[in-house]
């Protein structure tokens, strides 16, 4: 069965440094989504992507975040710097259409220190 | 007022046990509503997927959806211990890009 891929599966970061969580969607899918869940929290939106463009995004999901799909295959999200707060899994999701169920990655565990 | 409630549990039943999940919502614009299971440290698995009021089945798993008393199930028959898991419910509004509005999760635990 079709999987979406992340990497790594946990990266430990200092604080003020830059990181970027790797993913790559199922290959026809057409809508890109970045989810994170704080431990203990409820899974949270960050960002839509659809159409090489953010199609939404939170409030948390502010000018320390940007997402790229650099090639037909990959979907990237980059913290700048990285505060103590950023500590969170980060799930990566992906649909073929906007009337379907998405497809989550197992999720990067991100520990900033 | 949360747009979406979901007691948090933590359930636990025995094997064999019918399980009742629920979730309620505020906001009438929620069109899409979907359960989700989630392993420890792992993404959410989706179960089940509806659109209208009503019941839809799929194997022990069984979804409701009122949405005039804004209240969705899931029913899981015949429990095993490996539905021991989160169980999270989801909406999306109508049109937009769906971004998923989930509820906090219910933790359950079928012990043999």
Known sequence: EPEVTQTPSHQVTQMGQEVILRCVPISNHLYFYWYRQILGQKVEFLVSFYNNEISEKSEIFDDQFSVERPDGSNFTLKIRSTKLEDSAMYFCASKLTQNYGYTFGSGTRLTVV | ?112
């Not at chain 2, 949360?2 to 505020?26: F, M």
């Not at chain 2, 009503?54 to 069984?62: V, Y």
């Not at chain 2, 008393?69 to 989801?90: E, G, M, N, V, W």
Request: charged share 20%.
């Open chain 2, 1 to 112: 007022q949360k747009e979406v409630e979901q007691d948090p549990g933590p359930l636990s039943v025995p094997e064999g046990a019918i399980v009742s999940l629920n979730c309620t919502y505020s906001n009438s614009a929620f069109q899409y509503f979907m359960w989700y299971r989630q392993y420890s440290r792992k993404g959410p698995e989706l179960l089940m997927y509806t659109y209208s009021s009503g019941n839809k089945e799929d194997g022990r798993f069984t979804a409701q959806v009122d949405k005039s008393s804004k209240y969705i199930s899931l029913f899981i028959r015949d429990s095993q211990p490996s539905d021991s898991a989160t169980y999270l419910c989801a909406m999306i509004y109508s049109g937009g890009y769906n971004k998923l509005i989930f509820g906090a999760g219910t933790r359950l635990a079928v012990h043999p």
